[in-house]
């Protein structure tokens, strides 16, 4: 929560692998946008210490560490964890200041929704950023504005790698889709 402002909030959530920030402000809570951070090598994992505070784990050292009394992040690895949201149109839209500075391979965007609907997802080996992908590629869209996530049976380096090596991603999509989902999985 926001002090000076109880109609400005945070919402960390993870769903289907992905690490999903939302920074809230109610006045007008569909335009603001969430960080969605995916790790395809690395799922979450939660766990709870001996004084209550929740901790998430990405690949072996990589984690943020929750407060158990309010759920404020105490600390963190890799993260960059800025208290405050990024604020613009006037302080009734935000964006999380929250960044990934570590070394898992992993996809980003920046959607008002969660799945995101459309857009397309900045991928990252390291920190080198290697290319970009559609949105589509890991998310059929349904009715009602929703979507389905293509990759939670096989999980998503398993898709990753399946449409990589399969001839549906050659007619699809461009040689530079391709080129960046090959430089994602080296």
């Known amino acids: 929560m926001d002090a000076a402002d109880p109609l400005k909030n945070r919402k960390v959530t993870l769903m289907h ?21 995916f790790f395809p090598t690395a799922s979450p994992r939660v766990a709870f210490d001996r004084d209550h505070n929740l901790t998430v784990f990405f690949g072996s050292c990589d984690y943020i560490k929750f407060a158990a009394q309010d759920f404020s992040p105490m600390d963190s690895w890799c993260f960059r964890w800025g208290a405050r949201s990024l604020f613009y149109r006037n302080g009734t839209r ?3 200041d929250v960044d990934y500075t570590g070394q898992l391979p992993c996809m980003m965007t ?10 397309f997802l900045d991928l990252y080996n390291q920190t080198e950023k290697v290319g970009r992908i559609p949105t589509s590629i ?44 090959r430089r994602l999985l080296n």
């Open 17 to 37: 692998g992905s690490l999903i920030v939302h920074d809230i402000v109610l006045k007008c809570y569909s335009h603001n946008h969430a960080k969605i951070y």
């Open 94 to 96: 935000s964006i999380p």
């Open 110 to 119: 920046i959607n008002w929704s969660y799945p995101p609907l459309d857009g």
């Open 138 to 181: 890991l998310y059929q869209k349904q009715k009602d504005c929703r979507t389905k996530p293509l990759f939670e049976k096989s999980g998503l380096l398993d898709y990753l790698k399946d449409i990589y090596a399969g001839k549906k991603i050659e007619c699809r999509y461009s040689p530079e889709v391709q080129r960046s989902i």
